[in-house]
């Protein structure tokens, strides 16, 4: 593929893609919302992790080019992607933010939820469900400049994103042998230039979605999360200075302030927000690179759940769900997770790879490891 002409390969991907159409649904009344709502909610909703049907129909119809009480931009968007016969076969939604007073220039568009179906699955439609958002997000800048809402840095280039800096946030399970699913997830972001907010200084939680009455029946369960970031142009650096990863927790917790009561927001928000004060002479915490294929399995180390879960959030409801598991039991050999890390990069070399061979091989045809040197500062 080196040897293809840059719009060859952009001719590529559109072939691939020549009967696919992706739609930004703007309205509850829209004839798709209701089918795009319904795929999230099945996949996402029973386990709490999604906003109720009334909330995701509130957002569409506020208008995002009026601030919150914070001074906080927000813009919902729900994406489908549809064959040529008009079938769904995938949604994306997910909200863009943006508040000047936390950080002048930054954006953060936080992907909240995908679902592919199958048919749709190994294309590139999850790819391109990803990057729309950044397109709503430039032109979301630009609208609120035009309005004299906010000052763009640089209003002039839109492909440099008039000089913003644009964080892609998502939330996703901590690592863990037993969930492959997991595995798939956290390889699809490593690929995609994502890295993981050191739990230990941004112990994430995704608050608890459910209706207010079930969540007062039987107590406010929050989901411990790690927080990916893809920062668009800036993926080679190592670090996240501390006031941008503030500017990011605030912003999204401003998002769930809007569905979610405050009582249930303020364990999750201020205990961020005090472990990110604990680095505030340093001025930057770590990023870690996620894995992106079997040679680099190693990356899964700090942010294995078992790990994550008894260092960064003891005593919580889903901690001690999954220490009951047996899980506690399994890790007292030495070797347990150097062992599953292996087997599970035995499983990965196994599978097909490579549409497209490579010269980039040594003679047993086995990819050469590539690695280079992520700035510090």
């Given amino acids: 593929m080196k040897d293809l002409y840059q719009q060859d390969l952009v001719e590529m991907i559109e072939r691939e893609t020549r009967n696919f159409q992706v739609w930004s649904i703007g ?4 004839p ?3 089918a795009a709502y319904q795929l999230l909610w099945d996949e996402f909703g029973p386990h709490g992790g999604m906003e109720r049907l009334e909330a995701v129909k509130s957002f569409l119809l506020e208008d995002p080019y009026e601030p919150t009480s914070a001074g906080t931009f927000m813009r919902y968007f729900l994406l489908v992607a549809k064959d040529d016969k008009g079938e769904i076969l995938g949604a ?4 863009l933010l943006m508040n000047q007073s936390y950080d002048p220039d930054l954006m953060v568009v936080f ?6 179906k199958p048919e749709a699955r190994g294309t590139v439609l999850s790819y391109w469900l990803r990057i729309a958002a950044v397109e709503l997000a430039v032109q979301y800048l630009a609208d609120l400049n035009a309005m004299g809402k906010i000052k763009l840095p640089a209003p002039d280039q839109p492909g440099r994103y008039f000089g913003m800096k644009i964080d892609l946030a998502a939330e996703m399970e901590y690592f863990s042998p037993e969930d492959p699913i997991s595995l798939q997830r956290i390889l699809f972001y490593g690929r995609g230039g994502f890295d993981a907010v050191n739990p230990r200084y941004f112990p994430y939680r995704q608050p608890d979605f459910r209706d207010p009455d079930i969540i007062k029946a039987t107590g406010n369960q929050p989901v411990p999360y790690m927080m990916l970031l893809r920062r668009m142009g800036r993926e080679r650096q190592a670090v996240l200075p501390t006031e941008e990863a503030r500017a ?5 917790y ?4 809007t569905h979610c009561l ?4 303020v364990h999750g928000l201020q205990s961020v927000l005090q472990k990110l004060n604990t680095r505030e002479a340093r001025g930057q915490i770590e990023l870690l690179p996620l894995p992106s294929g079997p040679r680099d399995l190693h990356r899964l180390r700090p942010l294995f759940r078992y790990t994550a879960f008894t260092k960064y959030y003891a005593g919580e409801p889903d901690t001690l769900a999954y220490l009951q598991s047996g899980i506690a039991e399994k890790v007292k050999s030495p070797r347990f ?30 990819p050469k490891t590539t690695s280079y040197r992520r700035k510090a500062t």
């Fill in 27 to 30: 309205f509850p009344s829209h």
């Fill in 32 to 34: 798709d919302f209701l």
């Fill in 92 to 95: 994306r939604d997910g909200v």
């Fill in 111 to 116: 992907l909240s939820h995908i679902v592919m």
């Fill in 248 to 252: 990011v927790i605030r912003l999204l």
């Fill in 254 to 257: 401003d998002d769930f302030a």
């Fill in 262 to 265: 405050p009582e249930n927001l």
């Fill in 337 to 366: 997770l150097e062992d599953e890390l292996a087997r599970l990069a035995e499983d990965l070399e196994a599978r097909q790879r490579y549409v497209y061979q490579t010269r980039d091989k040594d003679p047993e045809w086995t």
